[in-house]
């Protein structure tokens, strides 16, 4: 089956639920045993509830993986693969532009907990090659990168971290399996937070981890029990729907993004566009071999790169709302060095080149005509 309709059909059976259309949203935390030591499909609703099991089941198909684990959060997810490929005396090597979330449960909770924890640039692949030492137990990698878009070269990173028997884990929020299947590219773990694309209506925070590896989906599946930061069945459900019409979503934020795009690209009062579509964009080439499309997200640097300036804009602008989030229905946009990234230290801002003029817009899937009117009046002198 195609990638729509596997969206629509895998992971729910309606003969097994009294043939409702729609997968039930089982609101119980438990489940009855007719006997002692009986073996139930479901039992806590920690552990597993026939909502999350399809969403987890839709979930993994999509990405091109065996096993698939719904966490509460994105932030979740990515807890539990940390938790379950590294221990203290460790060392993660992880990709310089990431989420700022990420970057501060790196910094402030791993390492003071015994954890090495290696940035790199690795727009070069042999930048790996040369860090790795037999206490590198994980590659962490985000591509497209939150919010400055720059991508890495999934197939050459995992080949050469898979030599040295390293597992590469690859945060896919931005691209959605919809446009770039990282397993099918070498990586072991793909992560997302489903808060954003996935659910793709600003009304669910949900985290999901997809692995094609027995071993590792074991240990994932153990902390999800373990620590148990768990959707509820809501959450599985308004994320579940919101697959459904993924790949339309998916089109529309592209073909928005790429014609704001171009147009913000030669606009006089930008200083800079963050676009991998774009034909200047560094990384142009790479984005065309391993996206689909190139997303929904544009990052840009006004031509007034100052905090003053970004604020006028983005108060200035009607239809785009300052918000954190992306990856919804609404245009958004997000000032990154205080709201995406104010976790991070003004230093590490500075050397990833995250200046107080960043802005990241999320482009939704409105009328392109009244996007780009929108931000036309707001850019006015
Ligand atoms: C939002 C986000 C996360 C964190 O997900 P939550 O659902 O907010 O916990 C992780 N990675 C990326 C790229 C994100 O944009």
Known sequence: MKFSTRAIHVGYDHH????????????SSVFVHDSVGETLPFSYARTGTPT?????????????????????????????????????????????DLYGGAWRLLTKVLEPAGVKVTFLDLSDPAALAAALTPRVKLLWLESPSNPLL??????????????AGVPVAIDNTFATPYLQTPLAQGADIVVHSATKYLGGHSDVLLGGVVVDNEDLARKIRFIQNSTGAVPGPQDCFLTLRGIKTLALRMERHCDNAEQLAAWLNTHPAIGKVFYPGLPDHPQHELAKRQMKRFGGIISIVLADDSRAGASRFAERLRLFALAESLGGV???????????????????KASRGISEGVVRLSIGIEDLDDLREDLAQALER
């Open 150 to 163: 720059k991508l890495v070269d999934v197939a050459a990173l995992s080949a050469i971290a898979r030599a």
């Open 16 to 27: 097994q639920h009294n043939r409702a259309v729609m997968p039930p949203i089982y609101q």
């Open 330 to 348: 609404e245009s958004l946009i997000n000032h990154s060095s205080t709201m995406s990234h104010g976790s991070m230290s003004a230093a590490d």
């Open 52 to 96: 999350r099991d399809a969403l987890e089941t839709c979930l993994a198909s999509l990405e091109g993986g065996r096993f698939g684990m719904a966490f509460s959060s994105g932030m979740a997810a990515i807890d539990a693969v940390l938790r379950a490929t590294i221990a203290p005396g460790d060392e993660v090597i992880a990709v310089a």
